[in-house]
């Protein structure tokens, strides 16, 4: 689905807004912060990269309250996060998750069943940034970062509470030689997987099929393998949800038991990225000088992709709101 397209399919919600924003005062809210996301959206767009992700992040912030109407939630008044002061790296710049609930990216999580601390928690950039499948694939590769497995074949010999899986992902070189690259690798244990695949919130459930299975390069620099998982009562969606149109297996984010769907992990990147351009701006600045700061291209490509997926994810948000 295009940028234009979702807004499209966004603008058309407003005529009959979705679940509780269906009439009254909470129509108009829903009506007045859809029109004022777009309108920081386009903002983003044409602004220029110093200063794009202030107006990106609220953009994520007025859908927020749009999301808020329709499921009927009363609203945070806060943020409910607040970036830690530091001067490292900006990829080690850390985010705090406050636990209190009167934040609105507590508020949004709850009306998407997002996942969101108990206790106030501390998150880095650099994690958060490596649990999107289309910004990990920038990260440097000598931050050892896990990166988002994509899982294919969604129901196959479904036995005993498991299935059979694809999986796909990035970065073979731990498991082959240079000189046997092509060679098939053999995984006969529950260690080998756990190497192969890193840290996921279902790590623990993970088998080899039938103890053992090829593991193979791709053409593309990626490998495969199929993985008998088990499901729980969650079913699937609970271990890998759908997302830009496959199925992903997150890494964790550390210190979270577990990983923000796709949009409040978006929400959390754009606060981080709209902090350290209002309140550090130099070295925000120095971080987007491609000619000498190895994450620029990352920094860039987090801004243009985050305002592609946000009238997706907001779609999806909204249209899934109980109906009264």
Not at 226 to 243: F, L, N, P, R, T
Request: charged fraction near 20%; hydrophobic fraction near 40%.
């Amino acid at each position: 689905m295009t940028l234009s397209a979702a807004w499209d399919w966004l603008r058309q919600t407003r005529a009959h807004p979705p679940g509780a924003a269906s009439e009254g005062e909470a129509a108009d809210a829903y009506r007045a912060a859809l029109q004022q996301s777009e309108d920081l959206a386009l903002a983003a767009e044409t602004t220029g990269r110093a200063a794009r992700s202030l107006p990106l992040f609220y953009a994520f912030s007025q859908a927020g309250q749009a999301i808020e109407a329709c499921h009927g939630a009363a609203g945070g008044r806060r943020h409910g996060l607040s970036l830690v002061e530091s001067t490292g790296p900006v990829l080690d710049r850390e985010l705090r998750i406050y636990a209190n609930p009167d934040g609105r990216y507590q508020s949004v999580s709850d009306c998407v069943r997002s996942a969101r601390p108990t206790t106030d928690e501390t998150v880095t950039l650099a994690d958060l940034i490596a649990s999107l499948p289309e910004l990990a694939v920038f990260l440097r590769p000598d931050l050892g970062m896990p990166a988002p497995l994509e899982l294919r074949q969604d129901v196959a010999l479904a036995d005993g509470g498991s299935i059979v899986v694809q999986v796909i992902g990035d970065g073979f070189e731990p498991l082959w030689d240079e000189a046997i690259l092509l060679t098939p690798h053999q995984l006969t244990s529950d260690e080998d997987l756990r190497a192969l695949t890193g840290t996921y919130p279902s790590s623990t459930a993970m088998r080899p099929e039938e103890g053992a299975f090829e593991c193979l390069p791709t053409i593309d620099g990626r490998w495969e393998a199929m993985v008998q998982v088990e499901i729980g009562e969650g079913g699937i969606d609970a271990i890998a949800s759908k997302y830009r149109g496959s199925r992903w297996l997150r890494p964790l984010i550390p210190p979270l038991r577990d990983t923000p769907s796709p949009l409040m992990t978006w929400w959390l990147v754009t606060y981080s990225l709209s902090m350290l351009a209002r309140y550090h701006p130099l070295d925000w600045v120095k971080a987007l000088d491609v000619d000498s700061s190895p994450d620029a291209v990352l920094l860039d490509r987090a801004m243009m992709e985050g305002l592609s997926v946000l009238p997706q994810l907001v779609l999806e948000a909204v249209t899934s709101a109980p109906q009264p």
